[in-house]
C-alpha cells in the first residue's frame, strides 16, 4: 500500500527554520515528480518545490526561492524540504505529493499520490 507521511512541521518565530519530511512506503521513488504544497486557512492550494528523483532536478515557487530547499536522501525514501528565513506568510499546512514520472507543472500531482499533511505555524 503506497503511504506518504509528512512529519516536521510545528511553530517557530519567523526568522527560524524547520525541515519538513515526506516518508514514502509502498514503492521507491527512484524515477518520480516529488512536490511539496502548502494551505494556508480560506487560501488555495499552493506549490512550494518539486524535485524530480530521476535525476535530482528542482523547482521553487518566487515566494520561497532562495530560502527552501527541496532534496532526498540516498536510499529514496525521504524527500526534505529545509525551510530556512520563515515568514509569517508561510504559516499553512504542508503537504507532500509523489507523481510516477517526471515533473511536469504542479497538475500533475492531481494524478498522484498524497500525504495527509503537517502544520506549519510562523509567529511575528
Not at 35 to 60: C, D, L, M, N
Request: contains cysteine; glycine residues 14%; proline residues 2%.
Amino acid at each position: 500500500q503506497v503511504q506518504l507521511v509528512e512529519s516536521g512541521g510545528g511553530s517557530v518565530q519567523a526568522g527560524g527554520s524547520l525541515r519538513l519530511s515526506c516518508t514514502v512506503s509502498g514503492f521507491t521513488i527512484r524515477s518520480h515528480c516529488v512536490g511539496w504544497f502548502r494551505q494556508a486557512p480560506g487560501k488555495g492550494r499552493e506549490g512550494v518545490a518539486h524535485i524530480y528523483t530521476g535525476g535530482h532536478s528542482t523547482y521553487y515557487a518566487a515566494s520561497v526561492k532562495n530560502r527552501f530547499t527541496i532534496f532526498q536522501d540516498g536510499a529514496k525514501y525521504t524527500v526534505y524540504l529545509q525551510m530556512n528565513s520563515l515568514k509569517p506568510e508561510d504559516t499553512a499546512m504542508y503537504y507532500c505529493a509523489a507523481y510516477v514520472g517526471v515533473c511536469a507543472g504542479w497538475s500533475i500531482f492531481d494524478d498522484g499520490y498524497w500525504g495527509q499533511g503537517t502544520q506549519v505555524t510562523v509567529a511575528s
